[in-house]
């Protein structure tokens, strides 16, 4: 199992670009996540999607939008980057047939100048 | 006031020590928490997750968890250098539509 990948690596945006973050997972969870990491802050959700068909706000959604595909993807997409959202992003999952512990991608470093 | 703070850090601890890394959660509703480790440029890499009072043991590894106090602690031995990393703290609380709210981290540094 792959367990949760993300792609791309690291990307370089100018101001105003758009480009999706791509999510994908193997473990048949229900719930996904998007987060985005920044020194000093910690990690904030920016969305999440308790099932397939569903998403909802986190703490920090200004600028994002998010599609629930199926139940192995969630995307996050920019659509006018901004420098404040350079930032390394990341993509979890969790079981809620358990105590939802999250599971997570590799993360995706994002610039934009 | 954060929902979940830790002291960040840095801390620094003799190879073979025991590391203790300290949490504390605001809101009494969180019945679970979780503990990340996390190396530089790397992801959050889950370690272990207490829900009772009292102590939880993996190997080299013991979460603590005191509701009354709202403290949640983890205790490293035998410190190799290759725990050095951040070590993250999270809390869930039920009815939460399942977001776990983490706190900023503390560094770990192994001292050979």
């Known amino acids: 199992n792959a367990g949760v990948t993300q792609t791309p690596k690291f990307q370089v945006l100018k101001t105003g670009q758009s480009m999706t973050l791509q999510c994908a997972q193997d473990m048949n969870h229900n719930s996904m996540y998007w987060y985005r990491q920044d020194p000093g802050m910690g990690l904030r959700l920016i969305y999440y999607s308790a099932s397939e068909g569903t998403t909802d706000k986190g703490e920090v959604p200004n600028g994002y939008n998010v599609s629930r595909l199926n139940k192995r993807e969630f995307s996050l997409r920019l659509e006018s980057a901004a420098p404040s959202q350079t930032s390394v992003y990341f993509c979890a999952s969790s079981d809620d047939r358990g105590v939802y512990e999250q599971y997570f991608g590799p993360g995706t470093r994002l610039t934009v100048t | 006031q954060k929902e979940v703070e830790q002291n960040s850090g840095p801390l620094s601890v003799p190879e073979g020590a025991i590391a203790s890394l300290n949490c504390t959660y605001s809101d009494r509703g969180s019945q679970s928490f979780f503990w990340y480790r996390q190396y530089s440029g790397k992801s959050p890499e889950l370690i272990m997750f207490i829900y009772s009072n009292g102590d939880k043991e993996d190997g080299r590894f013991t979460a603590q968890l005191n509701k009354a106090s709202q403290y949640v602690s983890l205790l490293i031995r035998d410190s190799q250098p290759s725990d050095s990393a951040t070590y993250l703290c999270?809390?869930?609380?039920?009815?939460?539509?399942?977001?776990?709210?983490f706190g900023t981290g503390t560094r770990l540094t192994i001292i050979p």
């Open positions: 999270a809390a869930i609380t039920p009815f939460g539509n399942e977001k776990l709210t």
